[in-house]
Structure formats: structure tokens, C-alpha cells
């Protein structure tokens, strides 16, 4: 069975009783029937022929029959930091949130810090729209149970496994630090404006604008041997502010990223040598545009092409997915 | 095995936190989380604090990190 399909047939399958993740246009999301799925807004999607923008199709994972769906839980900023205290005591929790959202801004800032979010996978994206439409609609997220629909809240999918089985979240991510000059932010947040380079407090898109910085290049931080992307969105040096599209954070050590020859390339030898079958795939809307994605395949994965992607924490241009292993 | 919060492993495993190299992508992140607190607040609270929460964490997830626990514990 193809990821992409009509409305009537994933109604069909949601009908049937399947548990499914589901991405696609507002309009197809909100003709669907309640039932056991959860989704968000997005048109752009890796499918199994490649990257692929409609609105006339949504895509569905279904998961696999041994998965229990627990709760299906809409949460709003006053009560983000109860997910991993909702967290099943041997599943994952698939996470969708609205872009441009304050559930969006308080998840990228605090989820680091809410007490157990490490303690079991993490996933999920953050939802957005057709980039010819901003500024004219909002991303949504849909609690299929429900039939609730939210443009400022999270939806999260709270689900457990077999005993003898656990989920993993893991992620992709080809960018690495470069040779260049190290960053420092003092204080967290999605703009910047003085920042110490290399142990000197200087003005940051000065900074960018003076060294010619490809602003398709993240920052990129290495958390114990995991990469970790900040990209960029604007660089404003008239206001001598910087946008970013995830927070920065005091404390970590930036580095623009070397640049990536060939990503589908590249992706398809980093996916080979991992071996892995993943149950649910996303992949950075930046990467789908920086690296012409749109008719091109990487590897073997489908999933929405999304505003920003999840695993514990925000993430940018970066694929997430989610394995389950055997014990 | 995960030693219970007395042991003095977890005094080496706070001296070492900063070049622990482990492989789960919740170990790194967890780890990272515990190596910014410090590097901000060098009290004993807080190193304490980081024990306990590092304990708790390998405590409900030594099944699935197997792997990490034995590199860093032995």
C-alpha cells in the first residue's frame, strides 16, 4: 500500500479501525472520520516515488496492529510539561504542533528541561503550510479521536508496545560543525543579535553578513555526538537582528556547518549503512528546498515534509525516525 | 547494571561527563542536559541533582540502553 491516497480511502482505513498518522492539506484532514488517527497540516511529503507537493492527497502510516493507542491529548502552553508525565509506560509519544504557534515557541524552548522527557521517544513535527499561503493560513493539528482540530495547540499520541519490544527515535543529520569560528548565545531564544564569537561579544548578522555565512547552512551543535541544527531564517543586518528557525541556547558551542555536496546522495549511503526499517520518517522542509528534493527519492523513506521535526527536542533540517526494536 | 546512587561510579561518571561517548539519541540529549546544568551551577546541589536524574533515567530505560550504561558504567 502507496503512503499517499484520496480521502475516501484513508476514511476507509480509518473506518477499519487502523491506528494511523496522517499529514495533508486542512481541508482533507477535516473530511476525515474520528477514529484512531492523529494529524497535521502540511502539502509537501516524501513519498515512495519522491518529494512531492499536493493538496489533492493526504499520506498514512499506518501502525502496526501489536501498537495500543493510549491517550490522544490536545495540550495548550499551561500544560506542554505534562506529555512525558503522560508518557505510556512502554511506548512512544507522537508529537504534532502547529508552526508559528506559542505552543510552538514554549515547546522549542522548554522541552529540554520538562523533568522525564528523555524517559521514552519523543517524535513527531511541527505542522505548516503551503509557503505560498503564509501569513494568510494557519497550520493545524487534528486529534482523529476527537475530531478536535487546533491552530495553537500540540496534539500528541501517547502509544505502548509488546513487552518484548521497545521504540527508538533516532535521527539523520548531514550536517556537521565546521572549521570555522566558534558561537555562543548568552541567553535562549529564536533571535539573535550580540553573540560571542570566539570568546568576542560581536553583532551577529553583521557577523554573517561580513564573512558571506550561506544562511542555507545551519549552526550546528554536537550534543554528546548528536548533531544538532539551528537554521537560519533571516538575516537582518539594518536591525543587526538574526531569525532563527529553532532557539538557540546559552551553554552550547555553535559551529556553521560545512556544506553538503549531493544531499539525496549522501542521504541514501548514510540511510544504507543504517540498516533500519523506520516506522514513521520526517524530513526538514529546508532540506526538501536547499536540496531541490521535489521528483527525487531518499532511499527508502516516506513521510511529511515538515516545518520543523522532533526528537525530544526541535530540530532543523534534520530527518527523525522511529524504529521498533526487539528486547 | 545501573549503580545504585552511592556508588562512586557516578562521582567518575560526573568527572566525565564531558567526553562520555555513548550511542542512544536520549542518552546523548539526556547527557548533554546534565552537562550544560553543571557547567552553569557547580554546586553540590546541583551535581547531586544531575546524579539522581541520571539515575532515574537509566533506572526506567536499562532495557533499551543496554549498550550505553555498560560503556559508561562497565
Same mark, same amino acid.
Given at each position: ?327 | ?11 567518575? =561518571?560526573?568527572? #566525565?561527563? $564531558?567526553?562520555? @561517548? ?17 557547567? =552553569?551551577?557547580? #554546586?553540590? $546541589?546541583?551535581? @547531586? ?26
Amino acid at each position: 500500500m502507496k503512503s499517499m491516497m484520496t480521502v475516501p480511502q484513508a476514511a476507509e482505513l480509518i473506518r477499519s479501525g487502523k491506528k494511523l498518522l496522517i499529514a495533508g492539506d486542512e481541508a482533507l484532514l477535516a473530511a476525515l472520520p474520528q477514529g484512531e488517527w492523529i494529524g497535521g497540516t502540511i502539502p509537501y511529503f516524501m513519498s515512495e516515488d519522491g518529494g512531492l507537493f499536493t493538496r489533492e492527497q493526504v499520506q498514512v502510516v499506518p501502525l502496526p496492529d501489536f501498537v495500543s493507542i493510549g491517550e490522544i491529548k490536545l495540550y495548550d502552553i499551561n500544560n506542554l510539561a505534562q506529555i512525558p508525565a503522560d508518557y505510556q509506560s512502554n511506548g512512544f509519544a507522537y508529537a504534532i504542533v502547529p508552526a508559528f504557534s506559542e505552543a510552538h515557541q514554549k515547546f522549542s524552548q522548554d522541552c529540554m528541561n520538562w523533568p522525564g522527557v528523555f524517559d521514552r521517544p519523543l517524535v513527531g513535527w511541527i505542522a505548516g503550510i503551503d509557503l505560498k499561503d503564509a501569513g494568510k493560513v494557519t497550520p493545524k493539528v487534528f486529534n482523529g479521536r476527537s475530531g478536535q482540530a487546533s491552530a495553537t495547540e500540540a496534539v500528541v499520541m501517547h502509544a505502548n508496545l509488546p513487552l518484548q519490544m521497545f521504540a527508538k527515535a533516532n535521527i539523520i543529520n548531514l550536517f556537521r560543525p565546521g572549521k570555522g569560528d566558534s558561537i555562543s548565545f548568552p541567553t535562549s531564544g529564536f533571535e539573535a543579535t550580540e553573540r560571542l564569537i570566539n570568546g568576542k561579544t560581536l553583532n551577529f548578522a553583521e557577523y554573517v553578513e561580513s564573512l558571506k555565512i550561506d544562511p542555507q547552512l545551519p549552526l550546528v551543535a554536537d550534543y554528546m555526538g548528536a548533531m544538532v541544527n539551528v537554521s537560519f531564517q533571516s538575516v537582518d543586518v539594518s536591525a543587526g537582528k538574526v531569525a532563527f528557525y529553532a532557539p538557540v541556547f546559552p551553554g552550547v558551542e555553535y559551529r556553521i556547518a560545512e556544506p553538503v555536496n549531493d544531499y539525496a546522495a549522501q542521504f541514501d549511503e548514510n540511510l544504507s549503512a543504517r540498516n533500519v526499517s523506520p516506522v514513521f520518517t520526517c524530513n526538514c522542509i529546508l532540506n526538501y528546498l536547499y536540496a531541490k528534493l521535489e521528483g527525487k527519492k531518499t532511499g527508502n523513506i516516506v513521510g511529511p515534509i515538515t516545518f520543523g521535526e522532533i526528537a525530544y527536542m526541535l530540530l532543523n533540517q534534520t530527518l527523525v525516525y522511529l524504529t521498533f526494536e526487539t528486547r | 547494571m545501573v549503580p545504585t546512587k552511592s556508588d562512586p561510579k557516578w562521582g567518575k =561518571f560526573m568527572g #566525565s561527563l $564531558a567526553t562520555i @561517548q555513548v550511542t542512544d539519541l536520549s542518552t546523548r540529549m539526556m547527557l548533554n542536559r546534565l552537562k550544560m546544568r553543571v557547567s =552553569f551551577d557547580h #554546586s553540590e $546541589a546541583a551535581r @547531586q541533582k544531575a546524579i539522581g536524574e541520571a539515575y532515574d533515567f537509566f533506572l526506567k530505560n536499562q532495557a533499551n540502553l543496554k549498550d550505553d550504561i555498560k560503556q559508561i558504567f562497565g
